[in-house]
């Protein structure tokens, strides 16, 4: 009998072991790229925002494929919560927030691991007063119906992994549009739902105050968006190391996605936009399917998804690892141009002033440049003169969740403010295009460039790529490769 028993226990406080162990191992039921303090203050704002009114928001739905969930931008932005169908109510009058969670499951749990479910745990790891079930939501619902109370949900299209605003909403504009489509968006969905349930209740857009909300960037927002920027940047340095003529454009971005994975990206903020020689002159190719030869410049824009915030770097660079004489005129012509606007950036300052203050310097460097070719100084003279002709308050895109980040009225670059800078130069006559990018950050005494460890001066780029690098393009290895079948 005792013995007996004590075989139990030790089974027992074995199981107990191992099922701690796999717990600890799964993924942590809650975010860690934030505390709940800081989800909190976003909704006390979105509160302070709508008066008396509720925002209703829901979550992203699983993928119907085997694909990592991921929450969407605007859920997350305000709870953290990363589980699939979560639904968000945020009561301006009470002042207290619910989020409704599906009920356990266990099938999914014994295959997939554990996920937040509704009860006190969940109360206790996100900070959100109520955490309920969600097959209650439709009470709450018919409660807010009853009141007749103002309901603040977004109107955009869900911004997931890689995702835009502006693409996000072109997306839902075509498919609703298109013939043999016509489907609405997820948030034109639900709005029309709710609409049906609670026809009691005003709907107003929440989109224009979380955009307000995410156009100035927190501290810990800012400390995700260096760490994208600084992965993003090691992978454009191991590429210029890597880099050797007869690469293709895909092996060099292969280098990008390993160096996210390596330093637990959870994606990538958009597509590799990885072009050798004149594919370069289509901005956003990506087609990656070029064999790179000797003389060629390599452009490489490319960044990840790393707790939800994004990054966009970009550098140009010869493939060979030298300038050519045209290259080196050319790309120092740009980079004097660009490092123009830099300068220029200054905190509680409009678009239009530095845009003008860069213009001046712009034209300053052209008339003590000595162009020893005449086409290079006709694209710099219709390159200077485009950017002071702009009327647009901006100098570059907003960064944050999105790589185009949300944006919101203003009229002066202030602190917290992320962006990058990215003036495309064009020479049309030999499709040449040349643009670098940089992630700025606005400052209370000016700016930082998260960037600016990724070298842009000629003689770094050429010292960087003569050093060692992955070991991507190996022709022995390559020629060991089992031979590839014949179409």
């Not at 050093?467 to 020629?479: C, H, T, V, W």
């Amino acid at each position: 009998m005792g013995t007996t028993r004590t075989r139990i226990t030790l089974a027992l406080s074995i199981a107990i072991g191992l099922l701690c162990g796999w717990i600890g191992q799964a993924k942590p039921l809650f975010t860690d790229a934030f505390p709940p303090e800081e989800f909190a203050a976003r909704r006390a704002r979105v509160m302070e925002a709508i008066g008396d009114g509720v925002a209703v928001l829901q979550g992203a739905t699983e993928y119907p494929a085997y694909v990592k969930f991921r929450q969407n931008n605007q859920f997350f932005y305000l709870t953290g919560i990363e589980v699939p169908r979560a639904i968000l109510v945020i009561d301006g009058k009470t002042k207290q927030s619910t989020a409704y969670l599906p009920a356990r499951n266990e099938r999914s749990e014994r295959s997939e691991g554990p996920v937040l479910v509704p009860g006190d745990e969940a109360i206790k790891l996100t900070g959100i007063e109520r955490v309920a079930d969600r097959d209650t939501f439709a009470a709450a619902l018919a409660a807010l119906n009853e009141q007749g109370r103002t309901l603040y949900m977004p109107h955009r299209a869900e911004a997931l992994g890689a995702a835009t605003p502006h693409a996000v909403a072109d997306h839902a504009a075509d498919s609703l549009e298109d013939p043999w489509d016509g489907r609405q968006s997820r948030e034109a969905a639900f709005v029309t739902r709710v609409q049906a349930k609670a026809p009691g209740v005003t709907v107003k857009d929440l989109d224009p105050v979380l955009d307000a909300m995410r156009l100035i960037k927190s501290p810990r927002e800012i400390a995700l968006i260096r760490e994208s920027t600084r992965i993003a940047g090691v992978a454009i340095m191991e590429a210029m190391r890597a880099a050797r003529p007869g690469q293709y454009e895909y092996e060099l971005e292969a280098i990008g996605d390993y160096i996210f994975k390596k330093h637990n990206a959870q994606g990538i903020a958009y597509f590799g936009l990885v072009a050798g020689g004149t594919n370069a002159f289509w901005p956003h190719y990506h087609a990656a399917q070029k064999q790179i030869a000797a003389g060629e410049m390599v452009l490489f824009d490319y960044a990840p998804d790393y707790k939800y915030y994004t990054s966009d770097v970009t550098r140009m660079f010869p493939i060979a690892g030298k300038f050519t004489p045209e290259q080196r005129e050319l790309y120092t012509i740009y980079l004097r141009l660009y490092q123009a606007l830099m300068t220029s950036i200054k905190p509680r300052t409009s678009g239009r002033d530095i845009r003008a203050e860069a213009g001046r310097k712009m034209d300053a460097f052209v008339a003590g440049f000595t162009f020893t070719h005449a086409k290079h100084r006709e694209a710099t003279e219709r390159f200077v003169k485009r950017f002071k002709s702009g009327d647009s308050n901006s100098i570059g895109h907003w960064v944050g969740m999105e790589v185009h980040d949300v944006e919101a009225p203003y009229e002066l670059y202030t602190p917290g403010m992320v962006f990058t800078i990215e003036p495309q130069f064009f020479l049309d006559a030999d499709r040449t295009y040349v643009r670098l990018e940089d992630v700025i950050v606005i400052t209370e005494t000016g700016y930082e460039n998260l960037s600016s460890f990724v070298p842009v001066e000629i003689e770094a780029i050429e010292k960087l790529m003569a050093e060692p690098g992955l070991d991507s393009y190996n022709p022995k290895a390559i020629k060991n490769d089992p031979p590839r079948p014949t179409p």
